[in-house]
């Protein structure tokens, strides 16, 4: 009885302090029992007002040196060209457009009151001159794709390239043996990484720079490519020497050879900072757009970055077309504006360039509707190109085809990659990537891979040449595929060795005389000595006399088709003999197309 006594008397202490402090209303439903007190709200804490920075004048002071600072890292990260052609420099206008208001945005101490329109009425009154920027900015925009747009302009886009026509086998002269071309630009780039790795002093630091260009020099088709620093620290140990070095890869000896300067080069593709090549054209030339830089040296050796100067020649970004180049000197940076560059330059007008002018011809000469209705007369390039050289210039090679890409060609295309004058030659055949796959059938047990083809005269047939490569990415053999007739497929271990094989294939075809079935490509030389060796093979349904003369290692190729007498030769028989070769001596190995012989008591 006691305990119970003395829990309702804590019940009687305590339930009054419960109730005041337990609101049911908490649980829903309304409820509010008369007597209970509720506590006030509690009063939100006013958002105190941001206030403007200084004077109106020192806010304007800040917003335009934060806005300057701003404009100049950007330009120096990201080198905009400043010109009302050039897509970037609206993006670096608005930018810049877009920080000053909103610095002035916290300089004036505006909270956004308004919400949007409030915003608006601020720009207005606070950022007039941007405002105004921006909306003339959009408008020059706007007109100008307008302007630039292919719809209405297709006329002016199908002029960009000067075509004319011509006859190949009247134009284009039987090339020799040392001018043609036996490397891609993958294999070039193999034989470099080989001749690098053989330099103690250069490959621990230096890589390869992989762009390879393609020129002539002295006379000679090459690939020429820079060296460029293996990372940022060997950047840092390496820069105040410059790069030591550039490679030459003669593309029919198949040599590559490193050029060492006794100045290095300090202006590239591959340095930092000022010396930055893009930055250093930026720097010393604001209002131009480029090209791609390419690699090339003088006749001297001298090395240099051909910087294409790109011109919009269709409204404000319409009509992508080259107007001289800036020449920097890779060693001291000196660097100078050309609008007719030096005879030297071989790669102006890049071949990307050239192959967008031709597909707009191609598609647009007729008009815009009918590249899509109809489609008369509507051709395109192929896929791929190369490269050969005629008379000290380097001519960008691709096929043309129609738009429905039914695997053949209707004709090429030959441009100078140094004034883009192109000339099309229509001469139906087979497409490149046909006749290579053609080539690799010859030797499939070989699994050679053909090189993207090189068109060529060989006796007065427009002829793919191509090179067959290895797993090993190095070239093996040599194939010839007849352009108008691609079932014409000859081979060889030596371009001498092939084009005799190509030739006499023509000869057994009906295509050229039998006097043209040897090689003519190179000068006729005479000698007379004695037979030590004698072998036959039938090539093409010909017999061939393979003859070693005495104190050579290499062999006489006699065709009995042309050279009847050749099959009354004997073992120790003098001879006094014609053969066809591009250089003095005889060559110790390998074997050479031979024109004919006489007897000697």
């Known amino acids: 009885m006691e305990n119970f006594a003395w829990l309702t008397y804590r019940k009687e202490q305590f339930m009054p302090f419960i109730f005041q402090r337990f609101d049911p209303r908490a649980f829903g439903g309304g409820f509010n029992p008369e007597g209970f007190q509720q506590e006030p709200p509690r009063p939100r804490r006013a958002r105190k007002a941001r206030q403007a920075v200084g004077s109106k004048f020192t806010r304007t002071l800040i917003n335009t040196v934060v806005t300057l600072v701003f404009a100049l890292v950007y330009f120096y ?84 390239l000067p075509l004319s026509t011509g006859d190949f086998t009247a134009e284009v002269d039987e090339i020799s043996y040392d001018q043609i071309p036996m490397l891609d630009k993958d294999s070039a780039a193999r034989l470099g990484m080989r001749k690098l790795g053989e330099l103690a002093d250069m490959v ?59 100045e290095g080069m300090k202006y590239t593709t591959a340095e930092h900072f000022g010396r930055n090549l893009y930055r250093h054209l930026r720097f010393n030339f604001p209002t131009m757009m480029f090209d791609d830089p390419m690699f090339e040296i003088d006749e001297e050796g001298v090395p240099y970055w051909v910087c294409p100067r790109i011109v919009r020649t269709i409204g404000l970004f319409g009509g992508v077309d080259v107007k001289g180049a800036v020449l920097v000197n890779a060693i001291n940076g000196e660097s100078e504006y050309y609008e007719q560059v030096p005879s030297w330059v071989d790669r102006l007008y890049s071949d990307d360039l050239i192959m967008q002018q031709y597909n707009y011809y191609g598609q647009y000469h007729n008009g815009f509707l009918n590249s899509i209705f109809g489609q008369r007369d509507v051709t395109v390039t192929t896929e791929g190109c ?10 960008v090679y691709t096929g043309i085809t129609s738009v429905t890409s039914d695997e053949s060609n209707i004709g090429f295309i030959l441009s100078n990659q140094r004034t883009k004058e192109t000339r099309f030659y229509a001469i139906a055949g087979a497409e490149e990537y046909s006749a290579a796959a053609s080539a690799e059938s010859q030797v499939q047990q070989m699994r050679y891979e053909a090189t993207f083809p090189l068109l060529l005269n060989i006796a007065g047939q427009p002829t793919y040449f191509m090179a067959l490569k290895g797993a090993d990415g190095l070239v093996k053999m040599f194939a010839m595929v007849n352009v108008q007739q691609y079932d014409i497929v000859s081979t060889g271990s030596t371009v001498a060795d092939c084009e005799t094989n190509y030739r006499q294939t023509l000869s057994h075809r009906g295509l050229v005389e039998a006097g043209q079935g040897s090689a003519v490509s190179g000068d006729t030389k005479e000698q007379s000595g004695v037979v030590t060796e004698i072998r036959t093979a039938v090539i093409d ?26 099959v009354l030769l004997s073992v120790k028989d003098r001879i006094h003999y014609t053969y066809v070769l591009d250089t003095v001596e005889f060559p110790e190995h390998g074997i050479v197309p031979a024109t004919g012989f006489v007897f000697e008591d």
């Open 541 to 566: 349904g010909n017999t061939h006399f393979y003859v070693r003369m005495e104190g050579s290692l290499g062999y006489l190729d006699f065709n009995a088709a042309q050279v009847p007498d050749a």
């Open 386 to 395: 190369n490269y050969l050289a005629i008379d000290d210039d380097v001519y």
């Open 204 to 262: 621990s630091q230096f890589e390869i720079l992989p762009s390879y260009t393609q020129i002539n020099y002295r006379g000679r088709p090459v690939r020429v490519t820079s060296l460029r620093y293996g990372d940022i620290i060997k950047w840092f140990t390496n820069r105040s020497a410059g790069l030591p070095a550039y490679l030459i890869i003669d593309m029919v000896s198949q040599e590559a050879e490193v050029v060492r300067l006794s």
């Open 77 to 160: 990260l990201e080198l905009p060209a400043l010109n009302l052609h050039a897509e970037e420099f609206y993006v670096f206008a608005f930018l810049i457009c877009g920080v000053y208001c909103a610095c002035a945005v916290f300089t004036s101490g505006f909270q956004g009151d308004g919400g949007m329109r409030g915003y608006v009425s601020f720009v207005k009154k606070q950022c007039a001159i941007p405002f105004f920027a921006v909306v003339a900015l959009i408008i020059a925009l706007a007109l100008g794709s307008v302007s630039s747009w292919v719809v209405l302009r297709a006329g002016s886009y199908s002029k960009l």
